[in-house]
């Protein structure tokens, strides 16, 4: 395995490595449990962006180091790091080229994306475990969204995860209650995909990877942009964009794999090509 690590700061820095199709992102800063600071927001930016074009990459694996999954966005740092006061607007300027750019590039990147949590996913943590495709956790891990708590108006896509993954209700439980919501649970409410033992976390999702990673790779990547498109979309338009990602799939060298491997009746070993 080859390793890159990007972002130089002291305080805190993203891992990336390459395992193969699997790149593995490690939120490095276990002494803030993995709060995220603006060097290592901009360095998730920039190894997702770099993902999306990647054709040897079939999957992305997100996970913190130590204890903790992440949590969130690192306020005390970011307004501390200056003598003078941030300008008016300064938040609305930088947030959607930060916290809320990584929400969108792990949500529309054509590639499967796994977050592993053990303990803490705060805030910008838990909502990068929610706008995942999948989400495996430690049953003694804890989702929390504490924006209210704190004084201040939920981001990072929340408001939009939240209704879409548990319904209004337990949204408004965890946004204005500021409800911490167990593994266990959000496994059973649809919040997350699984919850195992704490023991067995890196085996259940080292086999998610795997699968993943051996899956039609253009399919998947088409699947998740429709499923994606048909939450804001009418089942008409829903079709027709089915359509045009089954004229595209149907010419991948997957597809005819696919078709051979039934044919023949054996396991299919697609390429991601």
């Given at each position: ?21 699997i ?19 901009e ?6 962006s770099r ?27 970011t ?20 916290a809320?750019?990584?929400i ?44 209210a ?17 548990v ?18 649970d ?33 399919a998947?990547?088409?699947?998740k ?25 149907c ?21 991601g090509?």
């Amino acid at each position: 395995m080859s390793q890159d690590v990007d972002s130089a700061a002291v305080d805190g820095s993203l891992v990336a490595s390459r395992d193969g199709a699997i790149l593995r992102l490690t939120l490095d800063r276990p002494s803030h449990r993995n709060a995220l600071n603006h060097s290592m927001i901009e360095s998730l930016v920039a190894e997702l962006s770099r993902a999306a074009t990647d054709d040897a990459l079939r999957v992305i694996l997100i996970q913190g180091a130590g204890d903790d999954f992440c949590s969130g966005a690192d306020w005390v740092a970011t307004n501390n790091s200056s003598d003078q006061r941030p300008r008016t607007g300064d938040v609305l300027r930088r947030l959607p080229h930060g916290a809320h750019r990584v929400i969108e590039l792990i949500h529309h990147i054509q590639l499967p994306v796994v977050c592993s949590v053990r303990g803490f996913a705060v805030g910008l943590g838990c909502n990068l475990a929610l706008v995942a495709d999948f989400t495996v956790a430690a049953a003694d891990a804890e989702f929390w969204e504490p924006f209210a708590a704190r004084g201040f108006s939920p981001d990072s896509g929340s408001t939009w995860l939240l209704p879409r993954l548990v319904g209004l209700t337990r949204a408004k439980q965890m946004l204005l209650l500021g409800d911490k919501v167990s593994a266990v649970d959000a496994a059973n409410w649809g919040l997350i995909h699984q919850s195992v033992e704490p023991a067995d976390l890196d085996r259940a999702t080292e086999a998610l990877l795997i699968r993943l990673a051996n899956g039609p790779t253009v399919a998947l990547g088409l699947a998740k942009q429709a499923i994606n498109y048909g939450q804001h979309a009418t089942l008409n338009q829903s079709m027709t964009q089915e359509l045009f990602d089954v004229e595209l799939s149907c010419r991948t060298s997957d597809f005819k794999e696919g078709l051979a491997a039934f044919r023949e009746r054996r396991p299919p070993e697609f390429r991601g090509r």
